[in-house]
Nanobody
Framework: QLQLVESGGGLVQPGGSLRLSCVASGATLDYLYIGWFRQAPGKEREGFSCISRSGSSTTYADSVKGRFTISRDNAKNTVYLQMNSLKPEDTAVYYC???????????????????WGQGTQVTVSS
């Protein structure tokens, strides 16, 4: 049974950086497209980045474009999210999610994803 586990969250000041990791266990990650989602209190879950199996295709929402970078190391069964220039509005629980897919672009809709991690809290505050 595939499990996804996020780590790397924490408290950071505005303008700071964090790197989140999404590690797969129970199966290899390389057959999955991976998406990153976040949910702030009182708000709907937002999909903001995704990456194809090889890493050759990535997608970003406007809210994070130019600040966040998604990457993957299939040999380590890990997908990374480098977050720079963090803002208070980035505060949320961050989730990674996976969907088995062969080719094509990746989507940012939560309903497209099959496997979900438990989430990691990111708080941006001075």
């Amino acid at each position: 049974q595939l499990q996804l586990v996020e780590s790397g969250g924490g408290l950071v000041q505005p303008g700071g950086s964090l790197r989140l990791s999404c590690v797969a266990s129970g199966a290899t990650l390389d057959y999955l497209y991976i998406g990153w989602f976040r949910q702030a209190p009182g708000k709907e879950r937002e999909g903001f980045s995704c990456i194809s199996r090889s890493g050759s295709s990535t997608t970003y929402a406007d809210s994070v474009k130019g600040r966040f970078t998604i990457s993957r190391d299939n040999a380590k069964n890990t997908v990374y999210l480098q977050m720079n220039s963090l803002k208070p509005e980035d505060t949320a629980v961050y989730y990674c999610a996976g969907i088995p897919k062969l080719f094509g672009g990746c989507a940012l809709r939560a309903e497209d994803y099959t496997f979900w991690g438990q989430g990691t809290q990111v708080t941006v505050s001075s």
